[in-house]
């Protein structure tokens, strides 16, 4: 169902607030850029720092701004079920293509308990679900198993995987089907995920580099794996430097470095980049050739 380079995009904030101005420019210059699909309202976009109507307005702003040009995968994951309904409602009600979905965090649910929370999101709305198993944030791990439980709900129809366990693209192919959506949560990762028959990556590294990424994803998806290691090669210092420092600071810097109109504000818990993390992210956007 879906492919490709999509990024988890950044939330941009100036002075406290929404900029819904720099939003919109981001969202046009990414799809300009090659990028196949968009997700608003992830970890990338601060989403724990929103309030419901700043959650709800920047879903409604990447649904216009796309304009039908690509599917968006509206962020809609909560720890409390009914939020997650609440989140989800909204995105289809605003026209979102599917809801990102993790992993209920920190109340430490048991499996039989993530089973459970999906079913009753897949009961409460037919927006398609892609569900996010990323255990390094939640605590909480999808077991391959238990995925491939979930598989098995007709509205969910994909899964972003940070667990960094490469092994279980081969256990979700075997016990999901082929024709279950895999999709990669870690840039570094993306090449031996794509090369085990992963169909993308929901990528940190795209907001700043979409051609090289969505270039990269091109060049998996023909099969071409000796330039898909060079264009790996290439983004990996960019993949590395944006988590030189909490996400998403580094890569709120690398935009302000890329583009004038964008601000590399962050909301607290998060704080600015550091100076050693700047250097990082100018080293490496100098070496994937984006400055």
């Known amino acids: 169902m879906f ?16 900029d819904m101005q720099a939003f919109a420019r981001l969202v046009d210059w990414q ?9 608003p309202c992830g970890t990338t976009g601060e989403s724990p720092t929103l309030s419901f109507d700043e959650h709800y307005r920047i879903i409604d702003a990447c649904i216009e701004a796309a304009a039908g ?26 026209g979102a293509s599917a809801a990102l979905i993790v992993a209920p965090y920190y109340n430490r649910p048991t499996q039989e308990g993530m089973l ?11 927006l398609p679900i892609v569900v996010y198993n990323v255990p390094g944030r939640t605590v909480a ?37 082929a024709d279950f959506c895999q999709l990669s949560g870690n840039d570094d990762l993306w090449l ?9 990556c929901i990528s940190v590294t795209a907001n700043v580099a979409p051609r090289l990424c969505a270039d990269f994803a091109a060049a998996c998806a023909a099969g071409d794996w000796a330039r898909a290691l060079v264009l790996h090669d290439r ?24 583009h004038d109109w964008f601000s590399p504000d962050v909301r607290l818990p998060i704080i ?15 070496s994937a050739g984006v400055l």
């Open 116 to 126: 459970a929370h999906f079913r009753a999101l897949a009961d409460a709305s037919d």
């Open 272 to 286: 600015p980049a550091s100076a050693a993390s700047r250097a990082a992210v100018d080293a490496a956007l100098v």
């Open 141 to 177: 791990d999808i077991s391959a198993e238990t995925m491939c439980k979930l598989a098995e709900i007709p509205t969910v129809v994909a899964t972003k995987d940070a667990s960094g366990d490469l092994a279980r693209v081969t256990m979700h192919r075997a016990g999901a089907g």
């Open 192 to 200: 031996p995920h794509a090369v085990l028959g992963g169909a993308g």
């Open 3 to 18: 492919s490709g380079s999509i990024p988890a995009l950044v939330t941009p904030f100036r002075d406290g607030a929404l």
């Open 235 to 258: 983004l990996f210092p960019l993949h590395k430097a944006m988590f030189t420092d909490a996400s998403p600071a580094p890569v709120k810097y690398a935009l302000s470095r890329v």
């Open 31 to 39: 799809i300009k850029e090659g990028t196949s699909a968009l997700v």
């Open 69 to 94: 040009r690509v599917p968006v995968i509206a962020g809609c994951g909560s720890n409390d079920t009914a939020t997650a309904i609440r989140h989800m409602r909204h995105a289809q009600a605003a």
